[in-house]
């Protein structure tokens, strides 16, 4: 494998946290955002992240130093990717700003450079004419908490070079991640695959009346053993996420239930700026959400 730059561009949900855990295992690492204001949220986060790795992984304090070391930020996308090995793009989960994304990228990037989308739902072979580089171009998927949710699913394209899958694999690997590779083309990958269609599942209860998030979580974490129900994922996911995916699903379909939901996500949460745990409120309100209780069960 021969990454040593990687630029991480997108600050947000998942974006910080891949940039913190590949710095974190000694690569050194570019923050790229759109704007300096962003990038000032996303150092912010940083130390609450420094926080997180002392408390569920031990780290020390000499670590945490020399990973802050390995962490620099910019707003200019040439200067962002001027040495990069690598690119993971986590920007938006909306088809139109990724293309563009890739357009600039393309002809600011250097040759050597592999692109990789963190895209959740969306398939690398979308954007794989607009990366300019379809051979060196393919999907690096992580679970939201990374340093504890540790999965990377990796997926190509049908002209991603075998190589370029095999160093994103072991790339995987040396940030601490279990890799996990998908032999062809699938929405949502392994992981959404069957977790999109158990959200989805939640929100419709709760949109058809049937019962209400509280009591929908306690049935899946009663009957499962499961630590968090759908609602409560849908905060730690983000809404925006859930609301984007579903809206794209009702566009396609026109299914009345999709654009229900989609309706009621906006009204109720959207338009509230109730986001989940990012915004402080969605289906809880944090820091301290009622499952987390002791007595949530009983």
């Known amino acids: 494998m021969t990454f040593k730059n990687v630029t991480i561009a997108g600050s947000g949900v998942l974006g910080y946290q891949i940039a913190f855990q590949t710095a974190f295992h000694g690569f050194q690492v570019t923050v790229y955002d759109i704007n300096d204001a962003v990038l000032e949220k996303a150092k912010a986060k940083f130390s609450i992240m420094s926080d997180a790795f002392k408390k569920d992984l031990n780290a020390t304090q000499k670590q945490?130093?020399?990973?802050?070391?390995?962490?620099?930020?910019?707003?200019?996308?040439t200067e962002a990717v001027k040495d990069a090995d690598l690119l993971i793009e986590a920007v938006p989960e909306n088809p139109k700003i990724k293309i563009e994304f890739y357009n600039m990228l393309a002809k600011v990037a250097p040759k050597k450079t592999v692109f990789a989308t963190n895209s959740s739902t969306l398939l690398p072979s979308h954007f794989a004419e607009a990366t300019g580089r379809p051979s060196k171009f393919l999907a690096l998927h992580f679970a939201n908490s990374i340093w504890i949710h540790n999965t990377a699913e990796i997926m190509g394209h049908s002209a991603t070079d075998p190589k370029v899958f095999n160093?994103?694999?072991?790339?995987?690997?040396?940030?601490?991640?279990?890799?996990?590779?998908?032999?062809?083309?699938?929405?949502g990958y392994i992981l959404n695959s069957l977790l999109v269609p158990l959200l989805s599942a939640a929100t419709s209860l709760l949109v058809s009346e049937v019962s209400d998030p509280e009591t929908i979580d306690k049935t899946w974490m009663k009957a499962t053993g499961a630590p968090v129900g759908p609602f409560g994922i849908l905060d730690i996911v983000g809404i925006t996420t859930a609301y984007n995916i579903d809206k794209i699903a009702a566009e396609k379909t026109k299914d009345d239930?999709?654009?229900?939901?989609?309706?009621?996500?906006?009204?109720?949460?959207?338009d509230k700026n109730k986001l989940g745990v990012a915004t402080g409120e969605g289906f809880y309100k944090y820091p301290n959400p009622t499952y987390k209780e002791a007595d949530f069960l009983k």
């Open 167 to 187: 160093d994103v694999v072991d790339f995987a690997k040396a940030i601490g991640m279990l890799a996990l590779p998908l032999y062809k083309e699938q929405p």
């Open 64 to 77: 945490l130093d020399k990973t802050f070391e390995n962490l620099s930020y910019t707003s200019n996308l």
């Open 257 to 270: 239930l999709k654009l229900k939901t989609v309706a009621f996500l906006k009204e109720n949460y959207i």
